[in-house]
């Protein structure tokens, strides 16, 4: 009876390891096709209109820099959760 409970806690504790690093994971992979899509779009509008470069350029950056900080705060939550 002692053993299996510890094989069954120890299979919950390698599940839970492989979930925190799915978590991470997913994060990471959402996080490159976000600031993929945010790339594609500003390249688009610099296209459409080189005028506005600098100032497409500087949201493009504002935004890529939040979408990587809500990046490493999931991976963080995902690698300390329980």
């Known amino acids: 009876m002692l ?3 510890m094989m069954l806690q120890a299979a919950a504790l390698q599940l839970g390891v492989v979930g925190k690093a799915l978590g ?6 959402a996080a490159a ?3 993929g899509k945010i790339g594609k779009a500003a390249m688009e509008g610099i ?8 100032n497409i350029r500087t949201s493009m950056i ?5 979408v ?3 990046c490493f705060f999931a991976i ?6 329980s």
Do not use: M, T, Y
């Open 24 to 29: 991470a994971a997913i994060a990471a992979i």
């Open 76 to 81: 963080v939550v995902c690698l300390i959760a």
């Open 3 to 5: 053993l299996s409970a």
């Open 47 to 54: 296209a459409r209109q080189p005028e506005a470069a600098g």
């Open 33 to 35: 096709i976000g600031l």
């Open 62 to 66: 504002i935004i890529g820099a939040l």
């Open 68 to 70: 990587e900080g809500v």
